[in-house]
């Protein structure tokens, strides 16, 4: 699927198949940077769910490449799906008129395990529960209270109801053409700091560092280390100074 640019999931998550997505991925985001292109990408998503921690991984990766990603919801979409088909490029996620989604908190099977291992076990998974409350949050117009609700149980939605929750942006499924291209990417002046993959607030406080950094090259760190010091000093020179006593003539 190199030359198409479409990227099918139609089994449960595991770790081989979000290896073989991520590999897929940014194999599209590397020759595009080698070719200065910008050529979309094409998610059809028809899954169950799977393991929660691959899966972020490819939610990870997907919103911090570049490419314009379609993704596009078939037949039934569950569980970490749910989270890879709200982690598609804005105004470009889609599901089918048929479409069922679900929502449901992680869980783990805990069964015939020691203690001290259920109580591993129960934390790890409560924070990734709210590791997926926050994502959701910061996918859909959603506040955390109302997902946490709607994680409690198993929840179905159509179409219409994951347009309104904020999964999913239009009903139907978009016409693929081929060579579909964008823009070129946009190379940074200097260094490589737009094609790291960091969150774009760490690289606009990095740029603004910088800009610090040139407008005063002497930083007023040291000024501060260098007035403490002094203070230090005279600290230490004033311990060391004898205290007169006045003495009271006969």
């Given at each position: 699927m190199?030359?198409?640019?479409?990227?099918f999931?139609?089994?449960?998550?595991?770790?081989?198949?979000a290896?073989l997505?991520?590999?897929?991925?940014?194999?599209?985001?590397?020759?595009?940077?080698?070719e200065y292109r910008?050529?979309?990408?094409?998610?059809?998503?028809?899954s169950?769910g799977?393991?929660l921690?691959?899966?972020l991984?490819?939610?990870?990766?997907?919103?911090?490449l570049?490419?314009?990603?379609?993704?596009i919801?078939l037949g039934?979409?569950?569980?970490?799906?749910?989270?890879?088909l709200?982690?598609?490029t804005?105004?470009?996620?889609?599901?089918a008129?048929?479409n069922?989604?679900?929502?449901?908190?992680?869980?783990?099977?805990?069964?015939?395990v020691?203690?001290?291992?259920?109580?591993?076990?129960?934390?790890?998974?409560q924070?990734l529960?709210?590791?997926?409350?926050q994502?959701?949050?910061m996918r859909t117009?959603?506040n955390?209270?109302?997902i946490e609700?709607?994680?409690d149980?198993?929840?179905?939605?159509?179409?219409?109801?994951?347009?309104?929750?904020?999964l999913?942006?239009?009903?139907?499924?978009?016409r693929?053409?081929?060579?579909?291209?964008?823009?070129?990417?946009?190379?940074?002046?200097?260094?490589?700091?737009?094609?790291?993959?960091v969150?774009e607030?760490f690289l606009?406080q990095?740029?603004?560092?910088?800009?610090r950094?040139?407008?005063?090259?002497?930083?007023?760190?040291?000024?501060?280390?260098?007035v403490?010091?002094r203070?230090?000093?005279d600290?230490?020179?004033?311990?060391?100074?004898?205290?007169?006593?006045?003495?009271?003539?006969?």
């Amino acid at each position: 699927m190199s030359i198409t640019r479409c990227l099918f999931l139609g089994q449960a998550i595991t770790t081989n198949i979000a290896g073989l997505l991520l590999t897929t991925l940014h194999y599209y985001y590397f020759t595009d940077v080698a070719e200065y292109r910008n050529r979309t990408i094409f998610f059809y998503i028809n899954s169950c769910g799977g393991a929660l921690v691959p899966g972020l991984g490819i939610f990870d990766a997907m919103l911090q490449l570049k490419e314009i990603i379609y993704t596009i919801g078939l037949g039934i979409v569950a569980s970490t799906a749910t989270l890879l088909l709200s982690g598609g490029t804005y105004s470009f996620r889609y599901t089918a008129p048929h479409n069922r989604v679900l929502i449901h908190q992680p869980r783990a099977f805990l069964r015939d395990v020691p203690a001290w291992l259920f109580i591993k076990n129960a934390y790890f998974v409560q924070q990734l529960r709210k590791l997926v409350v926050q994502c959701y949050c910061m996918r859909t117009p959603q506040n955390a209270e109302f997902i946490e609700k709607s994680l409690d149980v198993y929840t179905f939605m159509s179409p219409e109801e994951a347009l309104d929750f904020g999964l999913v942006d239009r009903i139907g499924v978009p016409r693929w053409r081929p060579n579909m291209e964008e823009p070129p990417f946009e190379f940074p002046e200097e260094g490589n700091e737009g094609f790291e993959i960091v969150p774009e607030l760490f690289l606009q406080q990095g740029r603004r560092a910088r800009r610090r950094r040139r407008k005063n090259p002497n930083p007023k760190v040291k000024r501060l280390v260098l007035v403490g010091r002094r203070k230090i000093k005279d600290k230490t020179d004033n311990k060391n100074k004898k205290i007169e006593t006045p003495t009271s003539d006969d």
